[in-house]
């Protein structure tokens, strides 16, 4: 189901919506609405031992499963500004991103399509601890620094994408 499915009258004047694939427009007022993927900015933390810094998740989805910090941007908030805000929030971690890894897709919510759930375009980026006090907060029950050989499997990871991701680190750090 698309996040507009479902959609029939405008939220402003509650007059009639015209339909397309991902645009809903209101001939009365002029309200238009777009089905976006959401974007969300993500860190790979390595630390001095080479170990990658993982988050329990305290919420759902995917509650109790290992996941990368990061998260959602605020409307109008830069990527990097939100790596930042997000790994702070959640590992109370100050970060300085530095390489960006790359882009990928997925589905926030129940795996694959459907009710209540929403496409997200998942920008990740290496950083590096500059400061604070590791602690787990916000929607994070627990953080834990896991060296390559000791990645919880494919199936205790959170969300396609971070399988994907944490997979490609790992191609990237294999031992000679």
């Known amino acids: 189901m698309g996040l507009l499915d479902g959609w029939r009258f405008c939220p402003r004047c509650r007059g009639a919506l015209e339909v397309e694939r991902g645009r809903v427009a209101c001939s009365a007022c002029g309200f238009a609405a777009y089905a976006n993927s959401a974007p969300t900015a993500c860190a790979l933390c390595v630390d001095e031992g080479g170990r ?15 996941d990368l910090p990061g998260g959602f941007l605020a409307e109008g908030e830069h990527p990097l500004a939100a790596l930042r805000r997000e790994l702070c929030e959640e ?7 530095e390489e960006l890894l790359g882009v990928w897709m997925d589905w926030y919510g129940d795996e694959g399509e459907g009710a209540g759930v929403v ?13 604070g006090e590791a602690r787990p907060a916000d929607d994070v029950s627990e953080l834990r620094w896991f060296a390559r050989d000791e990645l919880p ?8 994408n971070v399988r994907e991701v944490v997979s490609a680190w ?4 294999e031992h000679p």
Do not use: C, D, I, S
Request: hydrophobic fraction near 45%; charge should be neutral; charged fraction near 20%.
């Open 119 to 131: 496409a997200t375009l998942n920008l990740y980026w290496t950083a590096r601890v500059v400061g």
């Open 153 to 160: 499997a494919a199936e205790e990871l959170a969300f396609t």
């Open 170 to 173: 790992r191609g990237r750090h």
């Open 52 to 66: 990658l810094l993982l988050v329990r998740r305290a919420g759902e989805p995917f509650h109790g499963f290992w």
């Open 91 to 97: 590992t109370g971690l100050e970060v300085e991103p």
